[in-house]
Each structure stands twice: as structure tokens, then as C-alpha cells.
T-cell receptor, first 113, second 114 residues
Framework: NAGVTQTPKFQVLKTGQSMTLQCAQDMNHEYMSWYRQDPGMGLRLIHYSVGAGITDQGEVPNGYNVSRSTTEDFPLRLLSAAPSQTSVYFC????????????FGPGTRLTVT | AQSVAQPEDQVNVAEGNPLTVKCTYS??????LFWYVQYPNRGLQFLLKYITGDNLVKGSYGFEAEFNKSQTSFHLKKPSALVSDSALYFCAVRPRPGNTPLVFGKGTRLSVIA
């Protein structure tokens, strides 16, 4: 079991560029989510999914898109990167969305210049 | 709206002393409560949770937390701190019933000094 994997680990983008952060889990978890972590802000939810084909917005969804075509994968797309999106991004998954014992990936550190 | 407060940005404790990391919450119903730990350059790791039952919950690495409904608190504790406990600790809450995602506190950095 690899758990939750994220690629890339580091990325530098120029303002206006687009990219996709990859997230995959091999635990057959229904629930997946994306967070961003900024100093002094804790973790803020960007988007989440309760199953394949179903996604919803979290606290800070603007500038990000997601899709969930399979149970395993939950990519996060930055449409037009902005310096305000410089952050560490974490993907998480959970078998039971009600009990919310989430497993986190190692994170992607993104810098937008 | 649900929220979590971790009133201390930083907690310093000597090795071998007991430690407490504070968390208070605000939800409209009875909550599910969680503690996670983050070591440098790593993702978050689950420590423990309160769902129902005993107010004192035991978790990984010798940590425990006490749910206090009247004070709306869920403080993390450990009887004897280790240097290796130094990390960033997050409290999180989700109200029940309902289908809203977890809400995390801003985190408390614990530093255990040898």
C-alpha cells in the first residue's frame, strides 16, 4: 500500500501558467480532498469529492478546478497561476466521510513568481 | 458556522514534563473531534479522535485528549514529553449529523527542550 501519493513534490510556476497537481490513493477510499497550508492559516479546504463523479467546493475554491473520474485519482488544476497561490498543497483521503480519519499525502510545495 | 481555535501559536516544554496543547471548538451540534501532527516537510498524521463515549481518548505515541462538552474543549495531553514530540499539532472538528468537511485550527507548534 502506497497510501496517498502526490506529484510533483516541488513546482515553480510563472504567473498565468497552468498546471495540474496529481493525487492518487490505493486504499479504495470514497472521500478525497485538497487543502492548502499557509503560515499562520492552518489548513484550508479547496475542493473535495465524496465519490467518483462528485465534487464540491471547500472554503477557498477560486482559481482551482477538480475532477474525479476514478476512485483512485483526484487531480487539482490551477487554471492561471497567481502569486497568491504560492502554498503547500495536501491531498487527503478517507474511507468514511462521516468519521473523517483522513490520510494525507506528503504535499506539493508550489511557488508562483 | 463551525470553527476551531488553538489559542497558542507555540508551546515550549522541558523533556519529561507533562504537555498540554489547547483546542476549543464551536459547532451547532455534537462534534467529531480530531488531533493531527505534522513533522517537518511531511503530511499530517492522525493522532486520535473523539466520536462518542469516554471523554478521555487515547491515541498514538502516548498522547491522549479530553473532551469537555461544557467548556467546548478538546485539549491534547501527554504525561511525559519527548524531544521527538516536537512538531506542529492541529485540532480539527466536524459537526454531526451532517455532511460538512473537516475544519482545522491554525496549528500549535510544540517545542520540547532537552
Amino acid at each position: 500500500n502506497a497510501g496517498v501519493t502526490q506529484t510533483p513534490k516541488f513546482q515553480v510556476l510563472k504567473t498565468g501558467q497552468s498546471m495540474t497537481l496529481q493525487c492518487a490513493q490505493d486504499m479504495n477510499h470514497e472521500y478525497m480532498s485538497w487543502y492548502r497550508q499557509d503560515p499562520g492559516m492552518g489548513l484550508r479546504l479547496i475542493h473535495y469529492s465524496v465519490g467518483a463523479g462528485i465534487t464540491d467546493q471547500g472554503e477557498v475554491p477560486n482559481g482551482y478546478n477538480v475532477s474525479r473520474s476514478t476512485t483512485e485519482d483526484f487531480p487539482l488544476r490551477l487554471l492561471s497561476a497567481a502569486p497568491s497561490q504560492t502554498s503547500v498543497y495536501f491531498c487527503a483521503s478517507s474511507a468514511d466521510r462521516r468519521r473523517y480519519e483522513q490520510y494525507f499525502g506528503p504535499g506539493t510545495r508550489l511557488t508562483v513568481t | 458556522a463551525q470553527s476551531v481555535a488553538q489559542p497558542e501559536d507555540q508551546v515550549n516544554v522541558a523533556e519529561g514534563n507533562p504537555l498540554t496543547v489547547k483546542c476549543t471548538y464551536s459547532v451547532s451540534g455534537n462534534p467529531y473531534l480530531f488531533w493531527y501532527v505534522q513533522y517537518p516537510n511531511r503530511g499530517l498524521q492522525f493522532l486520535l479522535k473523539y466520536i462518542t463515549g469516554d471523554n478521555l481518548v487515547k491515541g498514538s505515541y502516548g498522547f491522549e485528549a479530553e473532551f469537555n462538552k461544557s467548556q467546548t474543549s478538546f485539549h491534547l495531553k501527554k504525561p511525559s514529553a519527548l524531544v521527538s514530540d516536537s512538531a506542529l499539532y492541529f485540532c480539527a472538528v466536524r459537526p454531526r449529523p451532517g455532511n460538512t468537511p473537516l475544519v482545522f485550527g491554525k496549528g500549535t507548534r510544540l517545542s520540547v527542550i532537552a
